[in-house]
């Protein structure tokens, strides 16, 4: 691991934030490093406000998207909401098939097969589309390259309205109407919303042709929030507040579907992390193992009893699924191995019998073992499908795209993205692609590294800090968790391996003159002999809140100790 401490903020800075705040030196700086530098901006940070949502209609094409729904409404027109079938997509068409279900009867929603469709648009929807008289499709969450897919529905007398997060093309799709903040000609005041985030503007522009304000819409948000939390986008700005509101309903009224997946969960309340590795995982085994359907149908059954009979299938389909990822990935390391290319700059693996639905997941999990970018294929009908992952500070996409004449298409963000080839090319990609990387990626890339934000001592740790880092949630892209670094630390004598295989590390710590306090170490066990005998040692951690039978306290979570 590489330790990095963040630049500290300017001096004058940090004594005018904690005047005009009355906050600590540390919470001071820690604003400071998520940009916040008034008393004005802080107020927002701390007390997110859903008045500071932005008005949809300064989305391009939000007006020809909101006219063109209008008049199928009035034309008794059939509509048939698309989505990929990932979290974001399925939450998506989840938040937008519910609400129009609620002024309009002739709604459907239709989600890609993984395997037989592949992601995005796909011509067989569009010929089901065609087939049951459906003349209007709302595709969320893809559809921002799908070109060729919009041109062949406008020769059946089929529109299209795209509501997408991705970075587009050279070219747009001849859709009636193209809502992605991240289009060139698109000055929507915020840009890093995910799928479900623009069908939350659409809905939301659409509610305003019938007088309903935002307090309407705050039942959508725990959908909102479990998407903005699964695609890893910046918790900022508006994500943000879409997040934190999410979040309130996800603890006190979620939506039977939701509360099935989290019934059994001991927590007073679920944080986002909880919805990363506890909601999130669910909903996407539906894609990834059986069906996307199964977690719309979930996500707006509105009978509990039926909605945990979902809950329970989905339970399966994601223990099957973590079945497959260890498997693979275990072959995967292997195949590595065998090939002796421990030593490259980039991985790229194949096996044809590998499971679509979990590449992705394994190439996370190669990251954790070889860091540096990862493309993890397989077979998929006549050609190779892949997920890549990447590296803290390294655009996949834009090495994928110097790579692109062997790729048949691809698409994504800077850490995550899929593509597929014919088989006759691997090889090539598989070299262009190694060559890219090498030439392009930083050294210190190829090293984790742990951002500090600050380094602390024990002392510093009061009950107020402990308060306000709790209102810094939640927690993601461009507002990590904070991490301190102490010095001088050494263990009171309780180190000891815990866990069924041993590999984690628990503590109780402190400095000379301070209280002690609990600490765990996932995955550190391997440095339990820098502990003993109340030898000194430095660590790095985040200070959290640890919860277990009704009991809370506060203890470290150390990423890394030396």
């Known amino acids: 691991m590489r330790w990095t401490l963040k630049t500290k903020p300017e001096t004058d800075k940090v004594k005018h934030l904690q005047d005009v705040l009355n906050v600590d030196e540390i919470t001071a700086k820690l604003l400071l490093q998520r940009g916040i530098e008034s008393f004005e901006q802080a107020k927002q940070f701390f007390r997110p406000n859903l008045d500071d949502l932005h008005n949809p209609h300064l989305m391009k ?16 027109e059939n509509i048939l909401v ?30 890609p ?3 037989d469709e592949g992601y995005g648009i796909s011509y067989k929807g569009i010929d089901f589309a065609d087939d049951n008289e459906f003349s209007l499709i709302i595709a969320l969450d893809c559809g921002i390259k799908s070109i060729d897919h919009v041109a062949y529905a406008k020769d059946k007398n089929i529109d299209f309205i795209i509501c997408d997060h991705h970075r587009p093309g050279n070219s747009l799709p ?89 019934q059994k969960i001991k927590k007073n309340a679920l944080t986002i992390t909880d919805v990363v590795f506890i909601i999130a995982p669910r909903i996407n085994a539906a894609g990834r193992i059986k069906h996307g359907n199964h977690a719309v149908e979930l996500l707006t059954e509105f009978d509990f009893e039926q909605a945990q009979q979902f809950a329970s299938e989905i339970e399966q389909y ?35 019998d590998w499971h679509k639905g979990v590449i992705g997941i394994v190439a996370s999990r190669l990251i954790e073992n070889h860091y540096r970018p990862t493309i993890v294929f397989t077979k998929s009908g006549d050609k190779y499908a892949a997920s890549a992952r990447s590296v803290i500070g390294f655009d996949v996409y834009n090495a994928l795209e110097a790579c692109s004449e062997y790729l048949e298409q691809f698409g994504g963000h800077m850490y995550a993205a899929g593509m597929t080839l014919k088989p006759e090319n691997y090889q090539k990609f598989k070299d262009a692609f190694e060559k890219v990387v090498r030439e392009t990626i930083a050294p210190e890339m190829l ?84 502990t003993k005998n109340k030898k000194p040692f430095e660590a790095v951690y985040c200070i959290e809140e640890n919860e277990w039978n009704g009991n809370v306290s506060v203890q470290l979570r150390f990423k890394d100790l030396q």
């Open 61 to 76: 094409d939000m007006d020809k998207a909101v006219e063109r729904i209008e008049t199928a409404i009035n034309n008794q």
């Open 82 to 111: 698309f989505g990929d079938y990932d979290v974001d997509g399925t939450t998506a068409v989840a938040l937008v098939s519910s609400y129009l279900k609620t002024i309009y009867p002739n709604i459907a929603t239709y989600i």
């Open 113 to 115: 097969d993984r395997y």
């Open 174 to 262: 001849a859709a009636v109407a193209i809502l992605d903040p991240k289009r060139e000609d698109c000055f929507y005041p915020y840009d890093e919303l995910c799928g479900c985030g623009v069908g939350f503007k659409l809905i939301q522009a659409l509610g305003q042709n019938r007088n309903q304000t935002i307090d309407d819409f705050v039942p959508y948000l725990d959908l909102v929030a479990t998407a903005i939390a699964a695609d890893i986008v910046p918790m900022t700005g508006e994500n943000r507040i879409l997040a934190h509101f999410g979040l309130q309903v996800i603890n006190e009224n979620p939506r039977p579907g939701i509360q099935a997946l989290t």
């Open 318 to 352: 994601n223990a099957d699924r973590k079945d497959l990822d260890q498997k693979i990935t275990k072959e995967a390391l292997q195949q590595i191995e065998d090939n002796k290319e421990q030593k490259r700059f980039t991985t790229v693996v194949f096996q044809e």
């Open 447 to 530: 090293t984790p590294e742990i951002e500090i934000d600050a380094e602390i001592d024990f002392n510093e740790i009061t009950p107020k800090l402990t308060r306000l880092l709790k209102q810094f949630e939640p927690f993601g892209p461009q507002n990590r968790t904070p991490v301190f670094l102490t010095q001088n630390m050494f263990d009171t004598g309780y180190a000891k391996k815990i866990g069924g295989d041993e590999t984690h590390l628990k503590l109780f710590v402190k400095q000379k003159n301070s209280d002690s306090f609990p600490a765990i170490g996932f995955g550190l066990a391997d440095k339990i002999n820098l």
